[in-house]
Each structure stands twice: as C-alpha cells, then as structure tokens.
C-alpha cells in the first residue's frame, strides 16, 4: 500500500473512532472521552500551541476543549460534518477565547517574527500534493501571509496589520480577497 | 434555501479563520443552527484548513493532562449538564421519586418517562455480543448491530510491543478460513470491516493476534492469539 492511501485509509478509520466515541460520550461513557483524549489530544496540544506559544496555556485549551466536548457531545450531529471536524472547531475557539482574553496578559512573541518566514514555514509542511499549498502559493506573498497567519497562529486583523505593517482596512481587503481567490482554485 | 454567494462563502472563511468580532460571530452562531448551506460552507472550509492542523507531530498528551481533564468533568457543575445513561436516568428519577414521596399519578409519570428513555437506549443495544477471552480473562468484546455495524470495545489494556499491531479477525466459515477485520496499535474502540462477508452468525468466531505493524504479511494469522471468543445473540 503506498503512503498516501495508507494514511487516507488511517484517517478514515481514525475518523470513524472519534465519532464513534462522541456518541458514547453522549450516553455518559468517560471512557469514550478517553478514546477521543488518546487519538486527539497530543495533536491538538499541538495546534493550540502554535496559537498561544506556550504549552501551559495550550494544555488550558486542550482542557478547556474536552471539558466542552464531554458536556455538548449530544449536539454532535454526523449529518452536519465530520467528528474531528467538530473537535477542532472547539480547540479553535478555546484557544482563541485564551489568546483574546482581555483580563490576562499574554506576552505576544509573535510580534517580533517576521511574517514571511512565519507563513513559509507554515506552507512547507503541507504536502507537496496539497491542494491548499498549491492555491496558497498561487496568492502573492503578503496576501497569503494574512490567511495562513490567521489560520494557524490565530492572529487577528490588528495583529496581522501591525506585522505587516499596513492599514486595518487593507487587511481586511487582502483577507476578503485571498479567501474568493482560494475559493475559485480549491473549488 | 438559495446557496450561499460569495459574500457568504468569505464570512464563512473568517468566521473559521476566527477573524469575525462578537457580534458578527455571534450572528454567525445564531443562523448556523437553522440554514444548513451556510453551516456546509463553514465544513467546508474547516476541511481545507483542517490540512494545517494535520502538520503537528502528534505526541502523547500524557496521563497528567487527562487526570486534569478528568477531574474537570467530574465536576457536578459539569456533570449535570451531560446525558446520563437511561438506566441511570431511570434509578435517579426513582431515587428522586422515594425521597421527595411524590403522588401516584407523577410516580406513574416519571416511571413512564423512565421506560422510554430505556426503550430508546435497548434501540441501539446490539444484537449479538463476542466476548474475547484469554482464559477467564474477558480482553474486549465485539458488539453486533442490527444495521450491520460491528464494534470491537476494549476491556482492558493490552500491552503491544513496539513495531506489533493488535490484529482482529473472524471465521465467517471453515472454507473460508480466518478474514482480517480491523488493525489498530493499541487496544481502542474499533469499528470493524466486515461489510464485504456474509451477514454475522450466532457461534461465529472472534479473535485477536499480535501481528507486525502494518498487519499480517500473509493475510492469515500469524502471531499468537491474545484474545478469542464467539457470537451469541444479546437477550
């Protein structure tokens, strides 16, 4: 089995388990949210981290995440979407409340890096095969930097404004302008 | 409902990209629940993204974040908010019933309310269980549903060497010989593949073997049985 179809097939199958144990975890079976601990939450902790940069707060958001996730399994609904499609939408916006929380402060160290570099190295770890590196590579530079870095760094539209130095209201323009562009390429 | 234009489709994007302010999310939350084309887009777009969360290297969120997480739903507060199973439902409602000496009629009430939620859940019990064994020692059990799924649940840890696999096979019939159903790498929940084999008997042979990594390089058993049993019908 080559690489590609065997990680397809894992993803399925991966899928499958998660969705499974959300519908435990609706009845009331902790141990189904272990399963879903065991086959997410390493990467999840992952992804928080690339948003908040400091892996105390992304172990909070991955906390936070399944605390949510134990008490709303039963809104899940198969017919709406994936499962882990579902889950990540939930660490999202966990990590997000932490990262714009007002009442704390978080030192922001992604002010000091460069959003070139940021958003290349983002890129290259994509697939080659991608279809969303190959539509993200087709945008110019600093366009690209927008979406990217709002994806997996969080940043807002003043945070991105400011590291790339323009006006707000350009931001908003090139993220309006990036998404109809990825839209049309990804179909 | 008409599909989303393009205006949609980018408040859409910002809304998974997290770029929407309080308001517009929280109208975006709103109108989610009742137009389904636009909560097809918001998926849609969190698949294309979702390829950026499939570049972290996995690594194990270790046991100390789980007991934090376990005992944060631990917590009433949490807890009372979470569907309990029917059966627990129906004992806390009798409990309920006893201790505030309710009427006769409500009591009539609550055990009706009781035994639907009991109904409800005997709808999705399944309808033949395996239970593996290693000698007295039950490992999992395969759960038969009446839709044709099979779940394999674990029922206790099972150690698996590095570069091995937890390999689970069935015996549809002796001519037929031993058929891989499902490959995992630690003992979980597992949903099994036997769609393509004729519909599961009453005394049909489960097991599970260790095998290599990617599987049984000969598509028959070939590592030692850990766990075994056979199909009976559930009551």
């Given amino acids: 089995m080559d690489a590609m179809s065997d990680s397809a097939t894992k993803d399925q199958a991966t899928e499958a388990q998660v969705a499974a144990a959300l519908a435990r975890c609706a009845t009331g079976d902790r141990a189904a949210l272990r399963v879903v601990y065991d086959a997410e939450a390493g990467r999840m902790a992952g992804v928080a981290r690339r948003m908040l940069r400091r892996q105390d707060l992304a172990e909070e958001a991955v906390q936070d995440t399944f605390v949510r996730v134990w008490r709303s399994a039963r809104t899940y609904d198969p017919g709406k979407g994936a499962a882990r499609s579902w889950l990540y939408a939930i660490l999202r916006n966990c990590a997000l409340s932490i990262l714009r929380d007002e009442g704390r402060f978080i030192a922001d160290e992604h002010v000091a890096e460069e959003a070139a570099p940021m958003t290349e190295s983002a890129l290259a770890r994509l697939p080659e095969t991608s279809a969303l590196r190959r539509c993200l590579e087709r945008l110019d530079p600093q366009r690209r930097a927008v979406v990217v870095l709002a994806y997996v760094h969080g940043l807002s539209h003043g945070e991105l404004a400011g590291k790339l130095g323009v006006p707000l209201g350009t931001v908003k323009s090139w993220v309006r302008r990036s998404l109809i562009s990825l839209q049309e390429c990804m179909g | ?235």
């Fill in chain 2, 1 to 235: 409902m008409n599909a989303p234009d393009r205006n949609e489709q980018t408040i859409a994007a910002e809304y998974v990209l997290g770029l929407l302010d309080h308001a517009e999310n929280a109208d975006m939350e709103r109108r989610l629940s009742s137009d389904p084309a636009l909560a097809r887009e918001v998926e849609s777009w969190r698949l294309r993204f979702s390829e950026f969360d499939d570049t972290t290297a996995p690594r194990p969120a270790g046991d100390e974040l789980w007991r934090r997480v376990e005992t944060a739903v631990a917590d009433p507060a949490v807890r009372a908010e979470t569907a309990a199973p029917a059966f627990t439902r129906f004992w806390n409602s009798l409990a309920v019933l006893r201790a505030t000496a309710m009427g006769a009629s409500l009591a009539a009430l609550v055990l009706a309310v009781g035994l639907g939620f009991a109904i409800h859940a005997a709808r999705q019990q399944p309808i033949m269980i395996a239970v593996l064994l290693d000698g007295d020692r039950a490992g999992a059990v395969v759960h038969t549903f009446a839709d044709g799924r099979h779940v394999l649940l674990p029922l206790t840890s099972i150690d698996v060497p590095r570069g091995r696999a937890l390999q689970v096979w069935t015996l549809p019939s002796r001519e037929r010989g031993p058929v891989s159903v499902g490959l995992m790498n630690q003992a979980r929940t597992l949903e099994l593949s036997l769609a393509d084999l004729p519909a599961t008997r009453p005394d049909q042979l489960f097991e599970i073997t260790l095998e290599p990594e990617t599987g049984s390089p000969t598509g028959r058993p070939t590592g030692p049985i850990l766990f075994k049993g056979n199909t009976a019908s559930a009551l």
